[in-house]
């Protein structure tokens, strides 16, 4: 589509929508209750989409007391098993911001869940470690979907609540890893006692569902959505903003100048300390709360699906400080409130592993998962605002950071061959978190500044220009 014909799609429906826009047709209200086409509709395929996603994942974690005892798995064969899990998402969440700039984040995010269903399903046919480890690290790639998920929320809606829309949105997808923590043992129990079969066949099972649900959820998506808040912009993203010159749009250009743009990296970096720790911690509790404490395989499913059902309110939390520090201080608001959130989650994390008795332990888990995940949602409400033209890039490098972050976590600290107990693993991930957190600092603005630095008086260039081309 040409911009002239942009141009007048613009005008013809700039009135037609149930809710607040800007000039360029993005909401500027945010109504999570709400259906209406296409910013909520959008919003709604968008986390229910990912929401599967996070569930085919974490579908696997909560019945590894069984399957360990099953395959005959050692803490090393879960450990890298675990690594494999986050492995596939690192290249796959690098592609996938590329791939929603060139393609949309419609077509992106269903013909990812739809190449990925089939490889939960395979759980069926595992029968030794190397197939389980293969197993979960296919199904890890659909946690790319996450970007799509963030870059589509990024084209609807407007800086205003920008920070609120992605958060609500990650945060309800998220909370399909604690969903999985608590619903898998009770399906694996239900067909064990219906079908009267061995806990063999019971688990085997019950990845049925997941599979389906993910295949469902990416026929929504390829049925319903709409990449742009004009209809008729499902064609590639590139070409529709007329503000971009045909010389500047170019895919390679677009790609180079994310990769150059030394803030993606350092939000890449921050994310893998807080999304990359949550998802550590998705696959380490439910085992962790069984060996230490003695429980029953639905107590400690039931405990760990308290840290991931959090993100319903907590990220959603974060990404509303975020709009509301950014409102009052601008980015430097949001900077300092991110280093702030995420400190905080560290000393936390720290705390839950030196904690010894049961319920000091949920209660401090409880509060670590909130400031976790909040720091996921502060994280991407700076983002959005890091480079409008590579947006997809910026979001798949820091996207793909949370998966970096949560291999190397997995690897050094919980792949069964560190020697360490769980429990100080997890302390020592904590230390990590507050480390980690400190570039933030670096982090600079020209036109609003950074934590430390006012903005600068003397720009080289226009500030459009240098928002667009950064």
Request: charge should be positive.
């Amino acid at each position: 589509m040409e911009a002239h014909q942009f141009e007048k799609l613009h005008h013809q429906q700039y009135h037609s929508f149930s809710i607040p826009v800007d000039s360029n047709g993005k909401a500027t209200q945010f109504k999570p209750f709400s259906a209406s086409s296409p910013h909520m509709l959008a919003f709604h395929l968008a986390w229910f989409s990912l929401f599967s996603c996070f569930f085919s994942t974490f579908s696997i974690p909560p019945l590894l007391p069984v399957i360990r005892a099953d395959l005959h798995l050692s803490a090393s064969d879960v450990g890298i098993a675990g690594i494999a899990s986050f492995t596939g998402a690192i290249l796959s969440r690098l592609a996938m911001g590329p791939a929603c700039d060139l393609f949309g984040p419609r077509v992106a995010s269903a013909a990812l869940s739809l190449l990925t269903a089939p490889a939960i399903l395979a759980a069926l046919l595992v029968s030794s470690a190397r197939g389980f480890v293969v197993v979960r690290f296919l199904v890890g790639f659909s946690l790319a979907n996450f970007v799509s998920n963030q870059f589509w929320m990024s084209s609807m809606f407007s800086g205003q609540v920008v920070g609120l829309a992605t958060a609500v949105s990650a945060g309800w997808a998220n909370a399909g890893s604690g969903l999985a923590q608590l619903i898998m043992p009770l399906i694996y129990s239900s067909l064990g006692t219906a079908l009267h079969s061995s806990s063999s066949t019971a688990w085997r099972l019950s990845f049925v569902f997941p599979a389906l649900f993910q295949a469902l959820t990416a026929i929504l998506v390829l049925a319903f959505g709409q990449d742009r808040p004009y209809s008729g912009s499902n064609a590639n993203p590139i070409k529709l903003n007329s503000s971009f010159s045909s010389k500047d749009t170019k895919f390679l250009s677009v790609l180079l100048h994310g990769l150059k743009n030394y803030r993606g990296w350092i939000l890449g970096l921050t994310y893998g300390y807080c999304f990359g720790v949550e998802l550590t911690t998705n696959n380490i509790l439910a085992q962790y709360f069984y060996d230490r404490f003695g429980l029953s395989l639905r107590t400690a499913g039931l405990i760990a699906a308290c840290f991931g059902a959090g993100n319903i309110i907590s990220r959603p939390a974060g990404g509303a400080v975020s709009d509301e520090l950014g409102r009052r201080f601008g980015m430097r608001g949001r900077l300092w409130g991110l280093w702030a959130v995420q400190t905080a989650a560290g000393l936390l994390c720290l705390l839950l592993g030196r904690v010894s008795s049961l319920w000091g332990s949920i209660v401090v888990m409880c509060c670590f998962s909130f400031f976790v995940q909040a720091a996921s949602g502060l994280t991407f409400g700076v983002v959005p605002f890091v480079s409008k033209r590579s947006l997809g890039v910026i979001s798949g490098m820091t996207g793909s950071g949370g998966t970096i972050g949560a291999v190397v976590t997995q690897l050094l600290l919980f792949s069964g061959s560190s020697g360490l107990s769980k429990q100080t693993s997890i302390s020592l991930m904590g230390l990590v978190m507050i480390v980690c957190t400190l570039p933030i600092t670096l982090i600079y603005f020209p036109e609003s500044g950074g934590m430390f630095c006012r903005p600068s008086e003397h720009l080289d260039s226009g500030l459009e220009e240098y928002y667009l081309l950064s």
